[in-house]
């Protein structure tokens, strides 16, 4: 998962990139860049940590100049992170240089890669980001904009995507709409975003989601919109709510916040734990979820779990006894809180089901007397092709156990998931949503797993 | 403020002081520092910034070997974040090093200072905690924990201290126990920390406080404890349960959570606001007070400020123009809970007043109708001297305005203050403790203000 | 300019690249790099600055496994120096990774890059090494020596090449033999380096000259040579002798030590200074010249000038006023030697004339009388499209000046240049090498100037 | 060993106080610092590296403001190489800071450590400098340099000194002179340096040497002199003269540069070569008495052996086998000039012997066929306390060995010292010097060994 941010026509356009990508650094921690355009030619600043520690000296801005910026946050994807990746790639054209900012994942693409490297093409990364450039530069003759609709229009699946030349700049979204992004503005300036908790950040005002297979062609003052390719039924990802997202955002032109809560309460009717003394969120993501299981259930909402927001990305443990405490370093218990409680824990959802069996245990050693577990969706069963890092099927919990398996597993006194169903039914247009983690209804066909 | 952690008897004693302030972390982010005694010598590892940033690797371990350690961690104070205050001190007396780590300030030591200087002492830092050192320097004969004794004895304030040469450990607090300091035990281990999480998570169990006036030495194996100074009523800061501690710490003796709760509810008594519709807490601090105030005004929590935990030290601000976005970037707003309600604002405390008053215009400009501030301590109308970095009394909105005039300038449409008797009723013992900051009745005497 | 350094057959491969590297570090400053191949992937570690500061941690080379490795100098250029730049450059081909390090420059190929561009590949780099392997990628079929052949084939110019994939080592030399290349032996293992320092650093026997024209493929423990492209009358690079190469170097199978003696001798024929007291060098690279003029024309050579090893990279000037203190910095001088002297300066090459107008200053300012300065080569007059970094024609000083001109310039008592006749009398086979800044006899036509 | 210098009444004082320590960078590369005096207080940045590395950025000198400076770089010492003894020392007097930077050690100083220690003084190094401070701390009443003036009085052994407060300059040399120390103006402001190849960097005027025995004190615009103690007969460390000074500097009144070439004519008279082909110097700091024995002896002097000038402190060598290679490292060999030869080796003394064996080996590699070893100082035989860092007895290889077992241990062919007469034959005062580490006659009483 990734973060892109854009900005149009506005002379702090990198500082202002830097905000967005700010306020999005939840959608990735692994490494964040900039690329300005200044009407001339592109420059580019990128490193791997946070935004704050790669932006982390005023006078990189400097090196940042023009009326045009896009940015990128790179989330740790297992294997792969090396610097190379980070950032909005750059590359030359003939006559231009061009740079790139990319949320989703390509699918399908083996066979492209193969007859572009058959044909002589050089790849510098390992990225689907990569194959797009490539298939644009072989393009022969038309406008970028035009060399880019076609280069998409022979791939599939999911692109929220920037595209900057020194002058120009492109936006697109896949014909399916299954990674976020819309659109704002902040004066005279235009702002694209993953997220709109961006646009908030920066005072931008909210238009408008980037339309599934439009593309936004940005130049010389004007803004230019057309559809580069077929309008299908949108599948957007519904993990974004789920998980991913900020709860202050509106994505898919629904506020998380309000979608969570919804989810709380489906929750909370069909699984309910009358038992139950309180209700802990896991936090941070489950939070909004808890308070609507809560307020349902009028079981009392407690603060029993503190995330320690220290753990970083340069924490390191010193020796394998010490890793054993990983999960104690994420979350301290109160035990006045927690101390021979029968509680219920609120997730938002299940994968591998390590954290989770930490967590329950920590609870116990904490005087927990009885733990239920509410998670706020459907068990994952199938990996995502389009942009989520969840691991192959043979890793994910519930792909090969029942849920009574993995209550043991994690173990605690109960476990319920909510049912597809449910979760369909807190989102306005159910059909409008990929939910193939779930449901394995991929809706791009898949070949073969990673 | 700082956090201290004592380790003895351990053969991974760095690794553990390195966990021991990783879990105080809260309580100083400027600077950390650890000093370890192989019997023989001391060595020291010590930088500015998180604990995690300044032992970022694990060679650095390497060179802190030994089966005693003592760290530090340095909070933020104005003017001063000079290098060489951060971490334990390190000295040569004639015949040893010697190193100390300390929470809280000496009060009232110019003179002291200034004898000191007459006699030809030459200071490396401006710390008080330099000063007991030279003191103990120029006690003439027996033991280093005698001479701290008489040193400890010429001098006034508040301080949780630890001592350490290259083959013992010493362990005092002052008469008032105005700092907290506790013992833990981890198998055939003695850890002492300013808060018990960070017993927690070192896995060690909570034995007891070290009391006011108490003196543990450790050596050889054994560990002995006297009364060092005579024994006065403790005065223990009571502003450490409103703000600074952790809630799942065990602070003088009290459950930190267990306290804030009762504060909350207090409030909820002493200063309703039945026509508002939820009850928001300004995270972090004030979350579990503000689940009290929910619980007992029957009023619903919500989650409607969100804090971003990306907002780092490193964190540059590109321009002042963007510096008044400060709020926005610490804070996210949940219009979809805020919009048209009228709010119950849970905060700790007001010191200066700038950021609930940048607060609450954010929270208006996210749809909200009416805010009641409710603050879960008195008004603070005068500086701490024993620790607590408060401003001078100019700076202290407190003290130049009266509660109307407070609630104009931060534009909000009520506001309360905890009496400080509610405050003093949330505790067992209300004359055990400080509240200067709140009464002006200082338990040691200043003389002057910095 | 730059250095290349190949290890075959060795299980230290990257740590004698490494070594080999720095015997050659005179021959770029700006920036190091090494590739090593295990057999199924290469590894890379590059940065900028020395060798040593690069390479500054032993760590460094556990990342760099593997029996070959190839390894490359940067030397500092005018307004190019990115850090993409530097090192061996690595792409991925269809089915394997592939690493180049590169000697030279390639000419007249501002018509294949732009076909290449048309053709839809896309550029990492501004360099000419990249087009090499462009153009092996789009050739089709064929092992990677036989593609490489072809690439070759299609460009012109001087490149002395070490091409790696995870388990073949290639390395070619243009059909003039421009640049050096030369070959040794380490037990089992081959060197391949630009200078023979390099092989007596290591204790590795020379071999021979990597021959021009030649292409060595050295896989599964064979070697196989051929060559890959007709033969031509060689053109050597003549400036190599003159200023370029170590004293102790072996080039175009000539002693540089001895070349350099006799440069000095037949100046010291040529241009005699029969009223001056000292033969002065300009260290370092003129010494072995001034010893030559000295032994030839029986006037003393005596240690008058020091240059300072400390200037770096790092050295910063703290503002304009000490910038002019430049020379000053770069070189001491000895008053006693000095004083009321007439002095011949020798000097290996006029580029711009600042320096020595400079140091001629200070000479004076030293004591000295008269200054005879004696040039080891004829005026240079061109640039070299070769791989040597001179300037424009406009700014090499003998293209817009007569001797005489200069000399006032430059304010000295006399000043001679070593004729172009004495200067191929020097060396065994003067239609062997390439004095084109010197006489403007392009062995290769060149297409307009930079 | 390590160089001083002070800038007084210069507006850029730090900036030229870098630049003086640029100069004599030779005097000690582990670290550097500088002390700048504004009138109020004082300012230090100091750090590990050489000078062009800890000054790195201009920025630097925003923080050195003041029309006062001093500096210190610091040489490689065995096993203290701690960060806290680098650049000059600060301390707080009771009433105001102050620097000192010490070029020399004290000697005899246990006792006054002890006594210190038992009064209470704690000190933050280990530094004989340190303990100056302490004694200055202790003087009651009167101003700074009274204060000093009677801890000098109080302390033995060589001292060259400069102290600063906010608004005071005082330097001070030992009464036997034993380091250098000399005075030099540039416009209205006054330098002192160890060497004068400081002043002429600075472009300033020498003045004289700073007396043994002399103080010269400097405040509010004036400067004046008077000896703090009896007046001695100097006893200069003449080993400035044979290795450490700068050849271009003035030491004690004489230049060195002419020392060094009577050295090596004293050398080549005292021990001829007579079958030798060439003259070879050790490089750099045998050069100038290389050309000195080759002017005498009309035996040739040539280049055989070069410094290789990029082995810095970064430097690693990778693992043991490869240490091997240090002196491989160090120097380059020119084949062309030693093969079949008989050279003489200039080198400046032997003090383990272990460079020289690896050294003449090497030669031996490179062709040469007889090896006459001429040394230009007696052989070291006793260690030095006043501060050149000559090892223990023990390490000495010409305490432990007669001159032909050195010959037999280094493996040459013959070997010949300078005699001790010939050496103090070479200088005007000869018992003017101080001869110790060849004669053991130490000017001062020295108790025990380190």
Chains 1, 2, 3, 4 share one sequence.
């Not at 990364?125 to 450039?133: F, K, R, V």
Request: aromatic content about 8%; proline content about 4%.
């Amino acid at each position: 998962m990734c973060a892109i941010i854009g900005i149009y026509n506005n002379s702090e356009s990198s500082t202002l990139a830097y905000m967005g990508l700010y306020a999005q650094q939840h959608r990735g921690q692994e490494g964040a860049g900039i690329v300005a355009a200044n009407g001339i030619s592109l420059s580019r600043h990128m490193g791997e940590g946070l935004v704050s520690e790669v932006f982390s000296d005023g006078e990189i801005f400097k090196g940042l100049k023009g009326n045009m910026a896009i940015g990128h946050t790179r989330y740790s994807t297992t294997g792969n992170s090396d610097a190379k990746n980070v950032g909005p790639l750059m590359f030359n054209l003939e006559d231009t240089e061009i740079s790139i900012a990319h949320n989703g994942n390509l699918v399908n693409i083996d066979h492209v890669r193969k007859k572009l490297h058959r044909a002589g093409s050089l790849f510098q990364t390992a990225t689907d980001t990569e194959l797009i450039i490539h298939l644009l530069a072989r393009e022969v003759g038309g406008t970028i904009s035009e060399r880019l609709s076609k280069a998409l229009n022979s791939v599939q699946g999911a692109y929220s995507l920037l595209v900057i030349t020194p002058n120009e700049m492109i936006v697109a979204r896949d014909p399916r709409g299954i990674r976020p992004l819309c659109m704002g503005k902040l004066n005279d300036s235009y702002i694209f975003a993953s997220e709109t908790c961006a646009l908030d950040l920066l005072g931008a005002t909210y238009i408008r989601e980037v339309n599934p297979g439009e593309m936004i062609v940005l130049n010389g003052g004007s803004i230019k919109s057309f559809q580069f390719t077929e309008s299908l039924t949108p599948k957007h990802c519904i993990f974004e709510y789920i998980y991913f997202s900020r709860p202050d955002s509106k994505i898919f032109s629904e506020n998380v916040d309000k979608i969570r809560r919804k989810f709380g309460k489906n929750l909370a009717d069909e699984s309910p734990a009358p038992t139950a003394d309180i209700v802990l969120s896991v936090p941070d993501s489950s939070n909004t979820c808890a308070l609507g299981y809560s307020s349902r259930s009028n079981i009392k909402y407690e603060i029993g779990l503190i995330r320690n927001h220290y753990v970083g990305r340069t924490f390191i443990f010193p020796d394998q006894r010490l890793r054993d405490l990983s999960v104690r370093l994420k979350f301290n218990t109160v035990k006045g809180v927690l101390e021979g409680r029968e509680v219920v824990v609120v997730d938002d959802s299940i994968v591998r089901g390590t954290t989770l069996r930490k967590l329950a245990k920590l609870l116990k050693e904490s005087g927990v007397e009885k733990i239920h577990v509410r998670i706020s969706s459907p068990p994952v069963k199938n990996p995502c092709f389009y942009g989520m890092n969840f691991p192959t099927h043979g890793e994910l919990v519930a792909n090969n156990n029942e849920v009574d398996e993995i209550r043991n597993i994690i173990e605690v006194d109960s476990l319920s998931y909510m049912s597809l169903d449910a979760l369909l039914n807190s989102v306005d247009q159910p059909d409008h949503y990929c939910t193939a983690c779930f449901s394995g209804d991929y809706p791009l066909p898949i070949q073969g797993e990673e």
